[in-house]
């Protein structure tokens, strides 16, 4: 069975010009299939944050095509992309990013109460089911600026899970982490993909954790250089 | 989204941050209750001074002048006007000194849709007695309940009331000045000699000050009637007619209509207080340059304080736009903390300008030029309160809404990438 394409990008180019032309991103061509788990790897500067910005839709400014579930998402709106975002991708950043104001079970509710499919009690069970997956329910009614380093990763995992998206993208998700803590992300990852066939796109510099996925796609000055 | 979630949003934002929120909204009170204050001092101030000279001038004023007449016999000879006519020593013309016809004239003038009042005024030169000394004074016959209604007499009266005067045409309102000198109290009798010679006895039923010392030295206040008996004339005798406008900027025009009709002297108030009038005029230019700075400067701190407050939490619109948030839920939050750190502050500030404004106007304010006022002058008018709150909110909302606008169509990752 041929499986579906989640997010295919074709000869991507991008180029900063602050202070002079820098061409940060060469023709990058490649596809991601439905329940893989990838990671990029590079050293840093070599854009692999940069591309993976593109490919979640959050950075517009470059050129060449990238398609999300086949369809063309380079040359939609702003309000498009970010009902995209909500829909189909989960992001987790290098930190955490969680609304520090808000309790952690509002900050993994806040996606679905956007996306508005469901009741707020249906979101609500959805966020404690997803936060009891990656065991973490007991802290819900902490606010989310008063829990650990580790338990906010998982918090923000947990918010990229609420929309059941298409694809999940991290970026040095386990960069900021103990050995123990990026350990647990890992095989919350492996377990997610395993369980319920999630595609995870990861940028990491971290050999080891590159080691355990399907696929990795290593990128040097720009270019893809090895898949 | 709903906008009960965005709200709930802002509604977070701005509780656990309270400290922030209630310093932004404090500059935002600060702003406009100084506005206020300062707009309602400096306009209750020039009221008082306008007050102090127009609300008792007559925008009009007819009386005849004595005046050497200003064509000579010799102008009506034929080709007078080719050759030189020099005339030397002219006296003024014999003239009566009371008006002619002047109770049909006011009875026309008042018909007139541009007048508010007309009074008449008999004015003689008259001498108080007290024992063997006679000083030399004026007496001006007046309608007093008119004079009062039109030129507000009753504000300078310090003591005892117009109406005594009114129902009483024995009685005498006396200058402070004159009243000092003959030692006379309320309820004490006073002997008027007229320059020829007539005799009458008045009451003093109250003392006048209008602040002028040489006014107030030798001018009094009585009835027409009594004035007109003290001279010896009937009663069409009058020797002024006083117009007030509706509408104070027509007295130029209209003064002189009246010269020509009526053939009497007219002077209007403007020119009888020009320089008065260029004061007033640079005391509104001040104050309305002073009120708009204010509201420049005020706004530009509101703006600066909430536009720091917006752009703390870029983060969290880079956040909420990564997770799904459109660019339109996130100017609703932003947009709407700023509305409501406005309006909480504006009110605020409504009340502090309103609360200090009270207190300048108690506080005592002492000037023998008007007796009545005890308190510095205040001036609350409504439409200072409007401007402060509407000018609140308008700042407010562009501070916010600025801001909010740029982080709409930005890409959430030049927000982050700039952590």
Redesign the interface.
């Known amino acids: 069975m041929k499986r579906t394409s989640i997010i295919r990008a074709e000869n991507i180019n991008k180029h900063f010009k602050d202070a002079m032309n820098f061409h940060v991103l060469k023709d990058i061509t490649f596809d991601i299939k439905q329940g893989e788990f990838v990671s990029i790897m590079g050293k840093s500067g070599c854009g692999k944050s940069t591309l993976l910005?593109i490919l979640?839709t959050?950075?517009?400014?470059y050129t060449g095509n990238l398609y999300l579930l086949d369809k063309l998402v380079s040359k939609t709106s702003?309000?498009e992309l970010?009902?995209i975002?909500?829909?189909h991708i989960g992001?987790v950043?290098q930190?955490h990013?969680?609304?520090p104001?808000?309790t952690v079970l509002e900050n993994v509710m806040?996606?679905a109460?956007?996306?508005?499919k469901k009741s707020k009690q249906e979101i609500e069970h959805d966020a404690i089911e997803t936060l009891r997956m990656l065991d973490i329910e007991k802290i819900a009614l902490n606010k989310s600026s008063k829990i650990s380093g580790g338990e906010k990763q998982r918090v923000a995992i947990a918010?990229a899970l609420i929309?059941k998206p298409n694809i999940i993208m991290g970026d040095e998700p386990t960069g900021n982490l103990d050995s123990k803590n990026a350990d647990n992300v890992l095989s919350i990852f492996k377990q997610l993909t395993k369980e319920i066939g999630l595609t995870l796109l990861i940028v990491t510099h971290d050999l080891e954790f590159a080691q355990q996925t399907d696929r990795i796609i290593t990128m040097g000055d720009g270019r893809i250089i090895s898949e | 989204?709903?906008i009960f979630?965005l709200f709930h949003?802002s509604k977070?934002?701005i509780l656990?941050?309270f400290k922030q929120s209630m310093i932004a909204a404090l500059g935002v009170t600060f702003g406009i209750a100084t506005f206020i204050i300062l707009v309602s001092f400096m306009t209750g101030l020039n009221g008082l001074l306008d007050g102090l000279i127009l609300d008792r001038t007559p925008h009009i004023h007819l009386f005849n002048e004595i005046a050497p007449s200003k064509s000579q016999p010799i102008d009506l000879l034929a080709n007078a006007s080719t050759d030189w006519n020099i005339i030397r020593s002219i006296k003024p013309k014999q003239k009566q000194i009371r008006i002619h016809n002047a109770l049909p004239i006011m009875a026309t003038i008042k018909e007139h849709p541009d007048v508010l009042g007309v009074t008449a005024q008999v004015s003689s030169q008259a001498f108080y007695t007290a024992g063997a000394i006679e000083l030399n004074g004026l007496i001006q016959g007046v309608n007093i309940l008119e004079e009062n209604r039109l030129f507000n007499l009753g504000s300078y009266i310090i003591e005892g009331n117009i109406y005594d005067l009114h129902t009483n045409d024995n009685a005498i309102i006396l200058g402070a000045g004159v009243a000092d000198k003959l030692n006379s109290k309320l309820g004490d009798r006073i002997q008027l000699v007229s320059a020829k010679g007539n005799r009458v006895t008045l009451k003093v039923v109250g003392i006048y000050q209008s602040g002028l010392a040489e006014i107030d030295n030798i001018q009094s206040y009585a009835n027409i009637k009594t004035v007109q008996l003290l001279m010896g004339e009937k009663n069409n005798f009058i020797t002024d007619i006083n117009i007030k406008l509706h509408d104070m900027t027509k007295a130029l025009p209209m003064s002189k209509t009246f010269e020509q009709i009526y053939d009497l002297s007219a002077i209007d108030i403007g020119t009888a207080n020009a320089q008065f009038e260029t004061g007033t005029t640079i005391r509104n230019i001040i104050t309305y340059a002073v009120s708009i700075t204010l509201l420049i400067v005020a706004g530009f701190g509101i703006y600066n304080i909430l536009n720091m407050f917006i752009y703390e939490k870029m983060?969290?619109i880079?956040?909420?736009?990564?997770?799904?948030?459109?660019?339109?839920?996130v100017m609703i939050i932003f947009i709407s903390q700023a509305i409501i750190i406005g309006l909480v502050g504006g009110i605020l500030g409504l009340l502090v300008g309103y609360g200090l404004s009270v207190v300048i106007d108690n506080i005592p304010f002492v000037t023998d030029a008007l007796p009545t006022i005890k308190t510095y002058p205040v001036n609350f008018d409504i439409s200072y309160y409007i401007i402060g709150i509407v000018f609140a909110m308008v700042s407010t909302f562009l501070a916010g809404y600025l801001p909010a606008k740029k982080a709409?169509?930005m890409?959430?990752?030049?927000i982050?990438?700039g952590?």
Do not use: C, W
């Open positions: 910005y979640s959050m950075d517009t400014a702003q309000n970010t009902r975002r909500n829909e992001f950043f930190f990013y969680l609304l104001e808000f806040f996606p109460i956007k996306l508005a918010r929309n | 989204m709903d979630s949003i977070t934002h656990s941050r983060n969290d880079a956040i909420l736009k990564a997770t799904g948030f459109s660019g339109r839920d709409k169509d890409d959430p990752v030049i982050l990438r952590q």
